[in-house]
């Protein structure tokens, strides 16, 4: 499958503090999903992006994907401490759904 | 509800003695798919069918096997498990995966080979 490097690997926050992700591929992208897993729980499906530019809103949450379809960003506005878990991107290429080694966020109250 | 279930959620057995996680979906989805997650290692997709009888190996095939007999069930076989099979196992279904449809995730399966 499509390989992408997910940057950072853990993140404290303070809540009300932003946090970012972000995904890079060294190829071309021609779509990617992103997950959210809670911890001790399940990968659930948040949002697809297709559109070199694409940029999507979910609420506090804002996906982007890159001009050149190689990277894409998860970015939350003001966390709150039901933000905690670790978000994976997975470019999708058709029949293989490959992860990220995913972002762990971690809000302080 | 539409979901996917796994079971058992938790399984503890010895090395070499055949074991089965079963997977099934309500939602009619064509495309489902096993993945095992590793600390570390993230999430790595072991097998996936994209309709009945049709399967294919995904990036950690090695000691496993999958069967699609029936399009809501996809189980995982592990014909001698071995210690390095141990892990936290997702099976996951999707309406169409090549047109972009998000995957459902099951709760999990944590086996443990002693």
């Known amino acids: 499958g499509q390989q992408v490097m997910q940057i950072p690997q853990y993140q404290h926050v303070q809540e009300g503090e932003d946090f970012t992700t972000y995904c890079n591929s060294s190829?071309?992208?021609?779509?990617i999903q992103w997950y959210k897993q809670r911890p001790g729980g399940h990968p659930v499906f948040l949002i697809q992006?297709?559109?070199?530019?694409e940029v999507k809103k979910q609420k506090r949450l804002t996906f982007q994907f890159g001009e050149a379809k190689k990277n894409s960003s998860l970015h939350i506005t003001a966390t709150q401490t039901t933000d905690v878990g670790t978000y994976f991107c997975a470019p999708n290429a058709g029949n293989m759904l490959t992860f990220g080694g995913g972002t762990r966020l971690m809000v302080k109250p | 509800e539409a979901q996917v279930t796994q079971n058992p959620r938790y399984l503890i057995t010895v090395t070499g003695k055949k074991l089965t996680v079963t997977c099934s979906q309500n939602m009619n989805h064509e495309y489902m798919s096993w993945y095992r997650q590793d600390p570390g290692l993230g999430l790595r997709q072991i097998y996936y069918s994209m309709n009945v009888e049709v399967t294919d190996k995904g990036d950690v095939p090695e000691g496993y096997k999958v069967s699609r007999k029936e399009k809501r069930n996809f189980p995982l076989i592990l014909e001698s498990p071995s210690p390095n099979q141990t892990s936290l196992y997702f099976c996951a279904s999707s309406l169409q995966g090549a047109l972009g449809y998000g995957y459902t995730f099951g709760s999990g399966t944590r086996l443990t080979v002693v």
């Open positions: 190829t071309t992208l021609s779509n």
């Open positions: 992006l297709v559109k070199s530019g």
